[in-house]
């Protein structure tokens, strides 16, 4: 045995080099698989401000009301994250090219297909869980390939979806391999905006190339058709939905107002003696004008020999009955807009609960609305500004928010208070041309220049 002290110091560093080379290897086996834990951590976090911001959308600029400081700190996180991913993947690529991530042992996890996160787990074998992270990090990626291939580009469009086949009402988002194709026509639709600001080359030249390299794709074909279906699909949601809006809140005004609230009211009112004709003076005093000109015309049809001549009991009992007629008229009449202010609540309720319930289905209307509107040509765009401008803020419009007001004051048993519907009249409009302006200057000029071009000359 030898007690050498030189020994046992080159023993332990023999082992502390051991053990440090032990650590080291480790924790480069680790280095894959550590990688794509990062990278698929940075693409959960993407995910997640896609649904809490953007409605599941991708993140996009002047999308949502959200400030401009607001909009550059989503985009610094987007490209920060973005980054995360790219480094990681990178890594992953080179280091898993030198370990066998295949014939390591097997690993307690299992994902489940409809669960969108992959940390809820029970047995698999690690190949299939690697697999599932990349497809997940390639589904978020093939959302923002565009803007990473021009950086300058702003996101204006949608996130590429699809209708799902077995059920219409639900939009889903598309498989990678639909995803990859939809972004390239995307990509397209991208450089066609760019060129269009740039102007380096005539804008039917480059039209005319990208439709030859459009033929000349193998795939052209089925992204056509893909195209269309998922066209056809969502003009159909949109369609049945915006039906649906209309539908369920004026039956569900009606069956309140005839089944509901209708009976009730009617027990209270008219079926009892001592109840209140009138509901305001203004109501009161309709009903003197009409009971004066219906004795007035009596008295006049007898002057002027077109009736018998009567005397003043029958005169006086023509008027008694014509009173009662008119009480009778104004009780239901009264009724009837007691009967309104419930109906209209409960439709106006249905009609909030249609639009809380089916937020895809708004998305969906939303796409759909963007596309026929930006699809219209600048002349047509101008007419329907023009037309909605003067209409609600024009030069006549205060003459036609008065017939509303007054109109909506007799729906419900309200007196039409004049300083109101003037004061209304004052501001509201204004307001309204306010956005009007706003909306042209800060959206339909950045989408369509040559269509606020063709308003303004319209408009002069």
């Known amino acids: 045995m030898s007690n050498n002290p030189d020994s046992a110091m080159k023993n332990s560093a023999l082992a502390s080099l051991k053990g440090y ?88 996890v299992q994902l489940e297909d409809n669960n969108n996160d992959l940390r809820s787990i029970s047995v698999i074998d690690r190949p299939g869980l690697i697999l599932k992270k990349l497809r997940f990090i390639d589904d978020v990626l093939a959302r923002y390939e565009t803007r990473e291939t021009n950086p300058g580009s702003v996101l204006v469009v949608s996130e590429p979806k699809q209708i799902s086949p077995t059920n219409p009402q639900a939009v889903v988002v598309e498989p990678s391999d639909n995803s990859r194709r939809k972004n390239k026509t995307q990509g397209r639709a991208d450089m066609k905006s760019l060129t269009d600001k740039t102007g380096v080359l005539p804008r039917s030249i480059l039209e005319t190339v990208d439709r030859i390299k459009r033929d000349l794709d193998p795939e052209a074909e089925q992204e056509i058709v893909q195209e269309f279906r998922s066209s056809r699909s969502r003009t159909n949601v949109a369609l049945r939905f915006v039906l649906l809006l209309v539908i369920i809140p004026l039956l569900t005004q009606q069956v309140t107002k005839n089944f509901v609230v209708g009976p009730i009211v009617d027990h209270y009112r008219i079926n009892k003696e001592q109840v209140a004709i009138f509901l305001n003076t203004e109501m009161e005093e309709e009903a003197l004008t009409e009971l004066q000109r219906y004795q007035e015309r009596l008295r006049f049809e007898t002057l002027i020999g077109q009736a018998e001549p009567r005397s003043e009991e029958e005169i006086l009992d ?143």
């Open 318 to 460: 023509l008027v008694r009955e014509k009173a009662d007629e008119i009480k009778q008229e104004y009780i239901n009449e009264g009724s009837d807009a007691i009967k309104n202010i419930f109906a209209d609540l409960a439709g106006f309720a249905a009609f909030a609960i249609v639009l809380f319930t089916s937020r895809r289905e708004v998305q969906v209307l939303k796409t759909f609305m963007d596309q026929l509107v930006y699809g219209l040509s600048d002349s047509a765009k101008a007419f329907i500004i023009i037309l909605f401008t003067d209409i609600f803020v024009g030069f006549h419009s205060p003459h036609g928010w008065e017939v509303i007001l007054e109109g909506v004051s007799k729906h419900f048993g309200l007196p039409a208070n004049r300083d109101f519907i003037f004061l209304f009249i004052a501001t509201f409009p204004v307001i309204l041309d306010t956005i009007f302006k706003y909306w042209i200057f800060r959206y339909l000029n950045r989408v369509s220049p040559s269509a606020v071009a063709t308003y303004r000359n319209m408009n002069e």
């Open 21 to 108: 080379f032990r650590n080291a290897n480790r924790w480069w086996l680790k280095t894959p698989e550590r990688a794509l834990n990062e990278a698929y951590e940075a693409a959960l976090a993407i995910k997640s401000l896609e649904d809490a911001h953007f409605d599941g959308n991708r993140i996009a600029a002047n999308t949502g009301n959200y400030s401009r400081s607001a909009e550059t700190y989503f985009q610094s996180e987007l490209k920060k994250y973005l980054d995360i991913i790219k480094i990681r993947l990178a890594e992953f690529k080179t280091s898993s090219s030198i370990i066998r991530l295949s014939n390591q042992s097997i690993t307690e």
